[in-house]
């Protein structure tokens, strides 16, 4: 795949050989001095939701880095999420930058808050619990047992043998 020289947008770090520039396309590239060779760096995963690249001596979380050249929304203390959740997708338009409290936000919908409806088939009535957690209570059953079948880790057990009973996310 060749790249073209005009999406190396911005310079990022200079050296007595080489220079970085970094892509609008999720990519650090080296441009020697002396000869003119380009080369792209490559990229390495560090942890679960980081990629890594090295440019003149330093790391830099390569989403974080093309967000602060490419998107203007960026500031010091944000989150660069990739909207395909692709972390190796790096390219300008598969990012976007959040501030922390919209992050913890994100965060709510899609953790022991979520809303669990039990109906009981015999007696024709359905519950409304406001939390995973205030559900497996009632229902006499650890919080990771509930989380599991509502997951579908879980196909026999407790929760299968109480098939008179429908239970769903909200």
Not at 19 to 36: A, D, E, H
Not at 126 to 155: C, F, G, M, P, W
């Amino acid at each position: 795949m060749k790249i073209e020289f005009e999406h190396y947008d911005q310079r990022i770090s200079e050296s007595k050989r080489y220079i970085w520039y970094v892509s609008s396309k999720g990519y650090i590239f080296r441009l020697c001095k002396n000869t003119g060779k380009r080369k792209r760096l490559s990229k390495y995963k560090k942890g679960e939701n980081y990629v890594i690249t090295k440019a003149g001596g330093k790391e830099y979380h390569l989403n974080q880095l093309v967000a602060k050249v490419f998107i203007h929304k960026w500031f010091e203390g944000c989150f660069v999420l990739s909207m395909d959740n692709d972390i190796f997708n790096n390219n300008v338009e598969n990012l976007e930058v959040i501030s922390p409290k919209e992050f913890i936000n994100r965060l709510k919908s899609t953790s022991r808050s979520m809303p669990v409806l039990i109906t009981n088939r015999i007696k024709q009535k359905t519950n409304r619990y406001r939390s995973i957690r205030e559900a497996a209570k009632t229902l006499h059953v650890s919080y990771q047992t509930l989380a599991d079948y509502l997951n579908d880790k879980t196909v026999n057990g407790v929760l299968a043998a109480m098939d008179y009973l429908e239970i769903r996310l909200a």
